[in-house]
């Protein structure tokens, strides 16, 4: 089989988008052998269809590029969400702004990986719902409120108010299951909660996931 031919042509059909060579070996490539599929990449690469951006992590140079690649893969359709100043700038909490970004992800298999110094992806092994999303980013805001540069408190309550308006015991349950945060991020955001009249169980939740595990 011409598996350079193969990965040619499916290479065409994802334009601009990332090739992360242990997440595309575990979805798309099982029956390729390792070193064989790296010798069809460093191939695609002379042919100017890849370009490595870290390593094992290349981009699709082809088609019209319409958004960021990187994020396009990391932190969507389920895949991550990203954190960090971008995402405090994103609900008005700072204008201040500092790389790289950052992103939460499932779509790779070490625990961090840097993309050249414009981002720092990090594990989180579950599926990023929307409001998965929401409840990673009202805890991230409120474990890094102190250190956050330039904040604006109102942008703070209002973006926390938003984030937090579909409050769920069972997408924290499965966030905490899969990343520790402090317990005084968890007793803060029970505090926050119970300002914003949502019922809620998240100290339970927290002592069950992270302290008797």
Same mark, same amino acid.
């Given at each position: ?11 065409? *059909? ?6 992360? +060579? ?8 099982? =029956? ?21 951006? @870290?390593?094992? $992590? ?17 932190? @969507?359709?389920? !895949?991550?969400?990203? +954190? ?5 700038? !994103? ?5 201040? *702004?500092?790389?790289?970004?950052? $992103?939460?992800? &499932?779509? =790779?298999?070490?625990?961090?990986? &840097? ?20 409840q990673i980013s009202a805890l991230e805001i409120i474990e890094n409120g102190p250190n956050i540069i330039g904040q604006e408190m109102s942008g703070r309550a209002s973006a926390l108010m938003e984030l937090l308006n ?5 997408? =924290? ?6 990343? !520790? ?6 007793c803060s955001l029970n505090s926050v909660l119970s300002d914003l009249k949502k019922p809620n169980d998240v100290i339970n939740i927290y002592r069950k996931e992270c302290l008797d595990a």
């Open positions: 089989m011409n598996y350079t031919k193969t990965i040619r042509e499916y290479c065409k *059909t994802t334009p601009w988008k990332i090739f992360d +060579v242990s997440y595309e070996m575990k979805d798309h490539f099982k =029956m390729v052998p390792y070193k064989t599929l790296l010798k069809a990449l460093n191939r695609l690469e002379e042919e100017g269809l890849l370009e490595t951006v @870290s390593k094992g $992590v290349y981009l699709i140079k082809t088609g019209e590029l319409v958004e960021d690649p990187i994020l396009a893969h990391y932190a @969507s359709e389920g !895949r991550g969400v990203v +954190v960090g100043y971008a995402m405090y700038n !994103r609900y008005g909490i700072t204008d201040h *702004t500092e790389k790289p970004i950052r $992103v939460y992800t &499932n779509a =790779m298999e070490t625990d961090t990986k &840097n993309i050249g110094e414009d981002y720092i992806l990090m594990r989180f092994p579950i599926y990023f719902t929307e409001r998965t999303q929401r579909d409050y769920s015991d069972i997408t =924290m349950t499965n966030i905490l299951r899969n990343h !520790r945060y402090q317990y005084s991020t968890i």
